[in-house]
């Protein structure tokens, strides 16, 4: 059985994506227990007993916190005064062991904090990286930091390198993933004095697949199976990435609208469209671990829906499943 | 009569879309003169007899240089060895008031360079930025720096959120842009302690518009005139955007050609699905000023093709139409 700990509080959207993402998952994944960390005030009971049957509800646990980490909070101030929070209390659990892993799609600078307060780091890391995964033509492209470190050092996105690779190792079973860095070109010597750095140390590190500079567009282009970057960066180009797509897909929306044999069109080309659709779903990469944290704590995106959250749940599982946390260990002290 | 100083060398796909767009812009500004700059052993002479007619002739000027500029050369080499290349005698050609503007797709740091050595900056200004335009579903958001400082100071991007409003108010005619800086989320205590100090001094400056924080997907939600943010991001953003445009394109196309039925549609709905791609593309906004300079300089992307450089050329002769450079010298000083 794997236990996963639940915060149901944050995320921009409320509960509701949540507890039904919940409820998907567990349909999908009968290994997977959830103990869900619950605000006592945004609760609704009743939706928890409406919307999961009494099967579901056997490998479902409701844990009634006190208080919750809002969105906008300063990380500082929850971590000074929300030690009863859902995130606190979810974070805690897997601490004592009582979860495998913890999933939240709330605040991720308090994440990150009571992350580090709670849980701390495994040897060798000074601070945890986000990383996720971007679809691309041929495949996926891990990409970390997505914005836990807004300004590492060269040495810690040298660590962040290691994680992400060993990530793509364990993940995707590619044993010698191709490895880039973030940079305003790909020519040798484009950059700031970080980034060349960076490769100064990649090119020297063994068993390290160096290729060179990403830019922005490499992300989806599949020449890279990671790429690094500071938080800054990373999460200026996820939402970047996300804003394009939403607009393009309205874009194609208004086009398949226009007159009748735009919609006749629609109608013939929608389960296609829903192909494709779904190819290029963020959501479907929805999902991103912590890593460097001494446990395993996933990240779900703030504004993610039923689909987002359940995806995020059954990675956080396979996670579990997979071993990733002692992996990651092993790896980084090799 | 306009006049613009054409770099046709550099840019990664040489010199021929440089050719084509300038073709182009001819036949679509009568006002337009062309001074082409243009390396010796690159130049054909037989593509510019054969593709310029000899009524466009009479408003296009060769200008044969010993050397240029390559895209993967250190700037500050060039800045050394190149003054005799087509990017710095086209510069010079400004300088020496022999042109109103120049217009290059080569190396985007070199032309920074040739730029603050030949022409430095207006008053009140320290560090040119490239100002560039997005297509949003709202009209389009102007967008500073694309990487002409990858580490600007807060007060260097206060300076370039003043350049940049100037262009809003110039070119769109918007008396009070709504300005964003660029951050890792909407909240007001997010980011760096760069993107704080800069909010606190655009929250207290006369004439401003501070909307907030901005985050990667306002690129394109309509929600800003203006986002500001430093050369690394704003270079890291655009190339994001332009990477995720090219594989959902890419995806619509393997859709919209997999079975008789979708290849019926795209018959049907060609000319829709090119006024949508002519909506989005990014090369009907190519052509980047470089705010600043004492002097019009303006980059076209370095893979630009056809109109994507004639768009650019198109572009540069409406600033010197508009009297872009006295103006922001105006609204910098006042």
Redesign the interface.
Known sequence: MIKVAVDATGGDLGSAPVLAGVRGALKADPDLYVNLYCDKSSHRDASLNSNFSRSLKSRLELHLCSDSVE??E?PIQALRTKSSSSMALAIQSVKENKNDAILSSGN??ALVGFGLQLLGTIEGVSRPAICTAL???KGRTWFLDM?AN??PTAEQMLVNARMGASQCRLIDGIQSPRVGV?N??S??????RKEQELAAQLIKEPNMNFVGFA???????GAFDLVV?D???G??????????????T???K???S?HW??R??YL??RH??R??RR??DPARYNGAALLGLDGLVVKSHGASKTVGFQNALLLTAELVRLGALPYLKGEILS
Chains 1, 2 share one sequence.
Not at 187 to 192: D, F
């Open positions: 969105m906008d300063k991720t600078a679809p691309s033509s914005g807004l300004e973030l305003v070109g020519e040798m010597m484009k950059g700031t830019e922005g567009a490499d992300l989806f282009s970057c938080g800054f960066a999460n200026v180009a996820l939402k970047t990435a996300e804003g394009v797509a939403e607009f393009l309205d874009e194609l208004t086009t398949l226009r044999a735009a006749f069109c013939l080309l296609d469209l192909d494709m190819r290029i």
